[in-house]
């Protein structure tokens, strides 16, 4: 097989699963076993494909990690006929996804287009009166759509600035940050819990070819608007009672920082990427525990209302206060090892920036921890039936918290990219002519 | 030296061993988990004899040369600090745990929370003998969240609620900890701790936070990192969450008190020659030290729960800890926290004795008995006035005349000898209460007193100083570093000698039941500084207040962007 082959392998294979997948369209069991099935051989491709695909600058990490996300979404969900569409649709975002990783030139703007595309019409499909439709997420992607056009037709520097704001509504960055919120909350099934991981991982690919050339004054506004969102995100998860939404706000706070890192190093390093799949993972972990709740008291559950959990739930408490512990940025998950790494090899210039990452670190450890709080410890309801989890459930929150635990204590040079490997860099993205 | 790895993970053996397993064998292995316990005890004992004989032992499970590569960086080295405090952890948690086991029979979370003792004493062992600053702060931050875990009955609201807060409390330090050391690496380019001290003795470096001020490298550094002890050693104001944790079990406590809370005393020490490069920060020790151990011995004396007061004692306590840093005494430091946590440990394990003998076993006079006759002894005062006033006296003028020793120039010594005193005066006071009873035992009990003190504090000073710091060099550049202006360090001496007299006084007028006449705006500032006092300064109530209003604001500020997000 030829090395221009091996993207079109890579992203085809959950595309033609998607394809396949909707034979068994009548049968939600064999419809989501065969989703996970696909999600498994897209690993097991990445893993094997590696050699022959161009290293990202950011490392491949994150082409090994979205097939597990997929697996792992689509394992945490309860058999549905409601949800099909939703696994579906996994598959499909995740071939496209891999399309814009994997592909160097004009296919993967096409590809992230397309999956923007997939986006708008997801969301404009599912709302609901708990959720109504939010038109300013829509119009966020669509905007980033937008943005991924005119990278690939306009000419020098507004092809880069393009890029740069494709980026900005993928990687969540303050003001662009509403399609993050609107499809944690919005969209159902195991879409969520995979996009979360999805839209940063794009993000930062996208990111790290367009910043190593970006100038002085923007790489500024980036700092700036980084330690806004950064500072917002964690103030407005603080403020939510909803678990959706304060996912949402605190995964916009932890990849608020990304972009403060990678603008402050002027590149995206490998470190980067571990820290948005550590990220990425510990919410989606949360996402997934969070649906566990949802299958059993309810969509519109508030969490004040479930208490004791740890007493009735063992496995799912422990489960729980694991992934609290990696999304607090606490040891030894991944979230802690990259947010060092990439502060001990970030160069800081003025304090400023470095107080507000901590800050915003430092005030994860007190949404989080109050809402996995609500949940597991409390007096036991009697009113209440407690079932702990199924298999496929464990299964689920296990992979992830092992996901979280080998990229705590991986070491980070194992995922940065090959020093001779083709580069898939878009050579269109340079700021000046 | 495997061992030596070994010795940190037997606790972890042991909470493995309680966890795995039926229902049935539980009690079994429980009891048998206490023999890994034992033997890490044993192994470090040993390893303090390696370490004190050969030299410190390092393991690195990495390469010191290779960039942040791996976030935790795992390695052991194992000095004789390292050393003397892994005795003290596994011996506390040895009897902490064998306590525990009866203590908890039959507790329906029995198992889990006898794993989380070991583990909790796994990770302070590895803490103490970490090779870097990076691995002693990845355990630091477990040990905040172990501290939640171990409140144990999470499903009463005081006990969740005083978990939450110490947790909440706890990261704030981690964070400046946090800082601290990205800081010192961005300077020194290391965490290693040897090669930190050296390029930082080596390379001094000003930093211009802002324009027109400057400030050093090390102090930068060290009062980051100093926040972070503070808040593990329960200082003035970050001192709320130690008795907010009085729903634990007693033996947590006795954990806490004994292991846990010396933290922030540890954490100096093992960073004592980046630490003895700033007076600044010693001084900040020095201040935040003496102000809690001031409000922390004030606000014990007048709480009426024993848990309270024993909690409170500790704050003040770990303020002598830290004052005793602040001075640059690291390894009087070092002995009082070990002093303290012997003590503590002690007195925890037993006050549920005396509280559950109270309850069941109501305690009437005997009718028998006959009260010993009350009055002014001349023999009891005269000892006392001779031991706390007198021989000191003479101590200090021997040491400046016979001795040579030039005092005043030599603020480490006078601190020494001022120890002594207070100390001595304190024991004395406490001991026997001065209930002038005139019998030869009281000045018996007051004289060995006084020469046990001096004794010990003899060892503290030569032998024990000796052992954690051999070069005297060093010990004298802590004492340079540390020392304060002349003019305010005799001052404090003169406050403090005459605050000591004024006592001595009062207690003698009150033995002869005289009243003082004092002034009656005095009274009454006694009355309102006892409410203070009795109400913690209402620090509990500020930090609920600054919550509710920083939650109110960040509220208002959610509802205006609410369109946003909707």
Redesign the interface.
């Known amino acids: 097989m030829t090395a221009a082959a091996a993207p079109w392998l890579l992203a085809g294979i959950p595309l033609a699963g998607a394809l396949l997948s909707l034979f068994a369209w009548a049968n939600a069991a064999r419809l989501r076993t065969s989703a996970v099935l696909v999600s498994a051989i897209t690993f097991g491709a990445a893993i094997g494909l590696t050699g022959r695909l161009a290293s990202p600058p950011e490392g491949a990490l994150l082409l090994y990690l979205l097939p597990v996300a997929a697996c792992v979404s689509l394992l945490g969900q309860p058999l549905h006929h409601d949800h099909r569409l939703s696994w579906v649709a996994t598959l499909l975002l995740l071939g496209l996804g891999l399309g814009v990783l994997a592909l160097p030139t004009i296919g993967g703007p096409l590809f992230l287009m397309l999956l923007l595309g997939c986006l708008i019409a997801l969301l404009y499909r599912y709302h609901t009166p708990l959720w ?1 439709i ?1 038109w ?1 997420g829509i119009g966020t992607y669509g905007f980033g759509a937008m943005c991924a056009a005119v990278s690939m037709i306009a000419a020098r520097p507004f092809s880069a600035a393009a890029s740069l704001l494709a980026c900005a509504t993928l990687l969540p960055l303050v003001p662009f940050h ?1 399609g993050h ?1 609107t499809s944690i ?1 919005r969209l159902p099934g195991s879409l969520p819990s995979f996009i979360v991981l999805l839209l940063p991982a794009l993000g930062l690919h996208g990111l790290a070819a367009v910043l190593p050339a970006a100038p002085g004054p923007i790489a500024w506004i980036v700092t700036l608007l980084a330690m806004a969102g950064s500072l917002y995100g964690a ?2 998860a ?3 009672s909803r678990v959706r ?1 304060l996912l ?2 605190g995964s916009l706070s932890f990849f608020s920082m990304v972009w403060w890192f990678a603008a402050s190093a002027g590149h995206a390093t490998s470190q980067a990427s571990v820290f948005i799949g550590a990220a990425g993972f510990a919410t989606s972990g949360l996402l997934l525990a969070w649906q566990v709740i949802r299958t059993r008291y309810g969509d519109d559950v508030d969490p004040q209302a479930i208490s ?1 959990l ?2 009735t739930m063992p496995r799912y408490a422990v489960l729980l206060s694991l992934l609290a ?1 990696a999304a607090m940025g ?3 998950f991944g979230v ?6 990439l ?3 970030t ?2 210039s003025s ?1 400023l920036g ?2 507000i990452m ?2 915003a ?2 005030t994860a ?2 949404y989080v ?2 809402m996995a ?1 609500q949940l ?5 309801r009697s009113d209440l039936r407690y079932a702990d989890l199924i298999h496929t459930e464990f299964a689920s929150l296990f992979i992830v918290v092992l996901v979280l635990l080998a990229l ?2 991986t ?3 194992l995922f940065a990219p090959a020093r001779n490997a083709p580069s898939a860099t878009m050579d269109s993205i340079a700021w000046q002519k | 030296m495997p061992f030596v790895i070994l010795v940190p993970f037997l606790p972890l053996l042991a909470a493995v061993i309680v966890v795995t397993g039926g229902v049935r064998s539980r009690q079994a292995r429980a009891r048998l988990a206490a023999w890994p316990m034992g033997a890490a005890f044993c192994g470090a004992v040993a390893m303090l004899y390696v370490v004190a004989t050969e030299g410190p032992i390092t393991i690195r499970f990495y390469d010191p040369a290779s960039l942040a590569s791996l976030a935790v960086r795992l390695g052991f080295y194992i000095d004789r600090l390292s050393a003397v405090m892994m005795v003290l952890i596994s011996a506390v948690g040895t009897i902490i745990y064998t306590y525990s086991i009866g203590y908890m029979h039959q507790d329906p979370h029995e198992h889990r929370y006898l794993a989380l003792i070991g583990f909790t004493t796994c990770v302070l062992l590895c803490m103490v003998s970490s090779a870097n600053l990076v691995m002693l702060f990845v355990f630091w931050q477990l040990l905040s969240y172990l501290l939640y875990l171990l409140a144990h009955n999470h499903a009463h609201a005081a006990t969740l609620a005083g978990a939450y807060r110490t947790f909440t409390l706890l990261r704030v330090g981690d964070a400046a900890f946090l800082a601290g050391i990205i800081l010192a690496y961005s300077l020194y380019g290391t965490l290693e701790f040897p090669a930190l001290f050296t390029k930082a003795v080596a390379a001094p470096v000003m930093l211009s936070p802002a324009p027109g001020w400057e400030i050093n490298g090390a102090t930068a550094v060290t009062l980051l990192l100093f926040i972070g002890g503070m808040s593990k050693s329960a200082q003035f104001p970050m001192h709320v969450w130690l008795p907010r944790s009085l729903y634990a079990p007693t033996p947590v406590h006795a954990l806490l008190h004994a292991g846990i809370i010396n933290a922030g005393g540890f954490l100096i020490n093992r960073l004592a020659p980046l630490f003895g490069l700033s007076s600044t920060t010693l001084h900040v020790a020095f201040v935040v030290g003496t102000m809690t151990a001031i409000l922390g011995a004030a606000m014990m004396l007048a709480q009426n729960d024993i848990k309270k007061t024993l909690g409170f004692s500790t704050i003040g306590q770990m303020g002598y800890m830290i004052m005793e840093c602040g001075l640059g005494a690291f390894s009087l430091a070092v002995f009082h926290l070990i002093a303290h946590g012997l003590f503590k440990a002690t007195v925890f394990l037993n006050c549920g004795n005396v509280i559950h003998k109270a309850r069941h076993e109501p305690h009437f006079p005997d009718p028998g008995h006959q009260q010993e006759q009350e009055g002014f002894s001349r023999l009891t005062w005269l000892t006392g006035f001779l031991t706390t006033l007198f021989i000191p006296l003479l101590i200090l003028l021997l040491t400046h005349g016979a001795l040579h020793i030039p005092l005043l120039e030599t603020q480490g010594t006078v601190i020494f000898l001022f120890f002594i005193w207070v100390t001595s005066s304190q024991a004395i006071l406490t001991l026997t209460r001065l209930r002038a009873v005139a019998s030869w035992k009281v000045s018996a009990a007051m004289l060995l007193t006084l020469l046990f003190i001096v004794f010990v504090y003899l060892f503290a000073v030569e032998s024990f100083t000796a052992f954690l710091y051999p070069d005297p060099q060093q010990v004298a550049s802590f004492f340079q570093t540390a020392a304060l202006p002349s003019g305010l360090f005799d001052a404090m001496i003169v406050i403090s000698t005459l605050m000591t007299i004024a006592g001595w006084t009062y207690l003698y007028m009150t033995a002869h039941g005289r009243t003082m006449r004092t002034p009656r705006w005095l009274d009454g500032l006694k009355i309102r500084l006892y409410v203070l006092f009795m109400n913690r300064l209402y620090a509990d109530e500020l930090y609920e207040l600054l919550g509710d209003v920083a939650m109110r604001l960040i509220h208002r500020f959610d509802k205006r962007k609410q369109g946003w997000s909707q």
Do not use: C
């Open positions: 109504p939010s300013l509403e919120v909350t103030v407005k603080l403020a939510q939404l949402a706000y004791g740890a007493f512990l606490l040891p030894p802690f090892a990259a947010f060092m790494g502060f001990l090899n160069p800081i304090a470095p107080f901590l800050l670190w430092l450890s007190w921890m109050r709080q597991l410890f409390g007096t036991r705590g204590v070491p980070s040079n």
